[in-house]
């Protein structure tokens, strides 16, 4: 267990060669939530897992809101700078590693919200179940990899946000995956076959 830069982290140095893979919980969840998903998909890589650092009735998220799907905007640019930071320094600590990340519910909310903001931080990246109720301004992800998941019945994340998320990747000149079934939130085995996929291609 790490702390740097104010998050508390389960990590992995990443084998020669192997990756280094950025996970993010979802809200409620903690650093352990997917480090052993991540063990069973990609054995050799390295892991960073981040605790959310901000409490909702006791839950961790990334950052705060004001009701379900409504953002507190100001503290998401804060700590997604913050976030970006981490992530840069665990990047500049592995400098031969590729990068990726993936995280679900309010940890593809951050890792969206940083890959609007610094792109250039991961070569692939997988959101499961996003929920993006802003419209970001097209970036350069120049043909990254990039994974979405999402259910069409989702009560959390409303399918035409979804959309909207993918319209937004496409112009942002992403190549785009996706994975998507008929349910609500829940993550089903489809959604993890894709997402070791992305994470082991």
Sequence with gaps: MTQT???HART???DQGAPLIFAFHGTGGD???FFELVRQIHPGAGIV???GDVSEGGAARFFRRT???VYDMDDLALRTERMAAF???HKAANPDAPVYGFGYSNGANILASVVMSQPELFERIGLLHPLIPWHPAPVDLGGRPVLVTAGRRDPICPWPLTE???TWL???GADVRTEIHDGGHEVRQGELSALAELLTA
């Design 67 to 69: 009701g379900e799907g």
């Design 170 to 172: 496409v112009d942002s």
């Design 12 to 14: 992995r140095a990443p």
């Design 49 to 51: 897992s981040p605790r």
């Design 164 to 166: 909207a998320l993918l």
């Design 87 to 89: 992530i840069a320094a």
């Design 5 to 7: 830069l104010s998050y």
């Design 31 to 33: 650093e352990d939530q």
